[in-house]
Protein backbone atom coordinates (compact mmCIF):
# COMPACT_ATOMS: atom_id res chain seq x y z
CA UNK A 1 0.00 0.00 0.00
CA UNK A 2 1.08 3.88 -1.01
CA UNK A 3 -0.80 5.82 0.86
CA UNK A 4 0.72 8.99 2.19
CA UNK A 5 -1.19 11.50 4.51
CA UNK A 6 0.31 14.40 5.78
CA UNK A 7 -0.41 18.11 7.73
CA UNK A 8 1.94 21.36 6.69
CA UNK A 9 1.55 24.57 5.64
CA UNK A 10 3.15 25.30 2.41
CA UNK A 11 6.19 28.01 1.61
CA UNK A 12 4.84 29.78 -1.26
CA UNK A 13 1.62 29.36 -3.05
CA UNK A 14 0.86 26.54 -5.24
CA UNK A 15 2.52 27.00 -8.79
CA UNK A 16 -0.17 25.83 -12.14
CA UNK A 17 1.32 24.82 -14.89
CA UNK A 18 0.09 23.12 -18.54
CA UNK A 19 2.20 19.94 -19.37
CA UNK A 20 2.99 19.88 -23.44
CA UNK A 21 -0.94 18.13 -23.85
CA UNK A 22 -2.75 20.22 -22.10
CA UNK A 23 -3.13 18.54 -18.92
CA UNK A 24 -2.65 20.90 -15.53
CA UNK A 25 -0.56 20.24 -12.71
CA UNK A 26 0.13 22.47 -9.58
CA UNK A 27 3.43 21.94 -7.54
CA UNK A 28 3.25 22.63 -3.89
CA UNK A 29 6.06 22.50 -1.48
CA UNK A 30 4.41 21.31 1.80
CA UNK A 31 6.28 22.13 5.06
CA UNK A 32 5.74 19.69 7.66
CA UNK A 33 6.83 19.89 11.31
CA UNK A 34 8.70 16.66 13.38
CA UNK A 35 10.74 16.44 16.58
CA UNK A 36 14.28 16.38 15.69
CA UNK A 37 17.50 15.77 17.76
CA UNK A 38 17.16 17.00 21.57
CA UNK A 39 13.45 17.11 21.27
CA UNK A 40 13.39 19.97 18.87
CA UNK A 41 10.91 21.03 16.28
CA UNK A 42 12.49 20.64 12.68
CA UNK A 43 10.70 21.18 9.27
CA UNK A 44 10.80 18.83 6.53
CA UNK A 45 10.17 20.40 2.93
CA UNK A 46 7.77 17.78 0.70
CA UNK A 47 7.27 18.23 -2.73
CA UNK A 48 3.74 17.60 -3.69
CA UNK A 49 2.01 17.63 -7.53
CA UNK A 50 -2.08 17.65 -7.96
CA UNK A 51 -3.72 16.95 -10.94
CA UNK A 52 -7.12 17.41 -12.89
CA UNK A 53 -9.51 18.41 -10.61
CA UNK A 54 -7.23 18.65 -7.40
CA UNK A 55 -5.01 20.45 -9.00
CA UNK A 56 -7.84 23.53 -10.20
CA UNK A 57 -9.19 23.28 -6.39
CA UNK A 58 -5.17 23.26 -4.84
CA UNK A 59 -4.41 26.66 -7.43
CA UNK A 60 -7.81 28.09 -5.84
CA UNK A 61 -7.63 27.40 -2.10
CA UNK A 62 -4.53 26.56 -1.00
CA UNK A 63 -2.58 29.14 -0.15
CA UNK A 64 1.05 30.28 1.40
CA UNK A 65 1.19 29.58 4.64
CA UNK A 66 -2.33 28.49 5.65
CA UNK A 67 -2.60 25.13 7.38
CA UNK A 68 -3.82 22.13 4.91
CA UNK A 69 -3.89 18.40 5.16
CA UNK A 70 -3.32 15.69 1.82
CA UNK A 71 -3.52 12.46 0.90
CA UNK A 72 -1.80 10.81 -1.55
CA UNK A 73 0.66 8.54 -2.89
CA UNK A 74 4.56 8.68 -3.14
CA UNK A 75 6.26 8.73 -6.08
CA UNK A 76 10.31 8.60 -7.56
CA UNK A 77 11.42 10.44 -10.88
CA UNK A 78 14.81 9.80 -12.07
CA UNK A 79 16.45 11.35 -14.61
CA UNK A 80 20.05 11.67 -15.91
CA UNK A 81 22.12 14.94 -15.01
CA UNK A 82 23.74 16.73 -17.48
CA UNK A 83 26.85 15.67 -15.39
CA UNK A 84 26.06 12.14 -16.48
CA UNK A 85 25.20 11.13 -12.54
CA UNK A 86 22.17 9.25 -11.99
CA UNK A 87 19.50 11.56 -10.02
CA UNK A 88 16.19 10.45 -7.89
CA UNK A 89 13.62 12.69 -6.83
CA UNK A 90 10.58 12.07 -4.25
CA UNK A 91 7.46 13.56 -4.34
CA UNK A 92 3.92 13.31 -3.43
CA UNK A 93 1.01 13.37 -5.76
CA UNK A 94 -1.86 14.65 -3.75
CA UNK A 95 -5.05 12.78 -3.97
CA UNK A 96 -6.94 14.40 -1.58
CA UNK A 97 -6.86 18.10 0.32
CA UNK A 98 -8.39 19.16 3.41
CA UNK A 99 -8.32 22.92 4.06
CA UNK A 100 -7.46 22.79 8.01
CA UNK A 101 -7.70 26.59 8.92
CA UNK A 102 -4.94 28.45 11.12
CA UNK A 103 -5.05 28.20 15.10
CA UNK A 104 -5.03 32.31 14.80
CA UNK A 105 -8.64 32.11 13.00
CA UNK A 106 -9.86 29.83 15.77
CA UNK A 107 -10.36 32.80 17.85
CA UNK A 108 -12.63 34.30 15.03
CA UNK A 109 -16.17 35.64 16.13
CA UNK A 110 -18.99 33.33 15.18
CA UNK A 111 -22.08 34.37 13.28
CA UNK A 112 -25.27 34.30 15.81
CA UNK A 113 -28.76 35.64 14.90
CA UNK A 114 -29.74 39.62 15.55
CA UNK A 115 -32.75 38.74 18.00
CA UNK A 116 -34.27 35.43 19.53
CA UNK A 117 -37.43 34.30 17.88
CA UNK A 118 -39.68 33.16 21.02
CA UNK A 119 -41.37 30.22 19.52
CA UNK A 120 -44.61 28.86 20.32
CA UNK A 121 -45.14 26.00 22.76
CA UNK A 122 -46.79 22.80 22.22
CA UNK A 123 -50.13 22.30 23.08
CA UNK A 124 -49.05 20.50 26.14
CA UNK A 125 -49.81 23.04 29.08
CA UNK A 126 -45.91 21.22 30.90
CA UNK A 127 -44.30 22.43 27.93
CA UNK A 128 -42.30 25.69 28.46
CA UNK A 129 -41.22 28.27 25.58
CA UNK A 130 -37.98 28.17 23.83
CA UNK A 131 -35.69 30.95 22.55
CA UNK A 132 -34.52 29.82 18.97
CA UNK A 133 -31.90 32.13 17.23
CA UNK A 134 -33.98 31.70 14.37
CA UNK A 135 -37.72 31.89 12.73
CA UNK A 136 -39.80 29.20 12.40
Keep these: MNIITLVGRPGKEPEAKLTPNGNKVVNLSLGVDRRGKDNKKETDWIDCQAWGK ?68 PTNQAEEHYDLPFEI
Design 54 to 121: TADFVEGYVKKGERVGIVGSLQTRTWEAQDGSNRKAYFVVIDKVELMGDRRESAAPTVQAEKPVQAEA
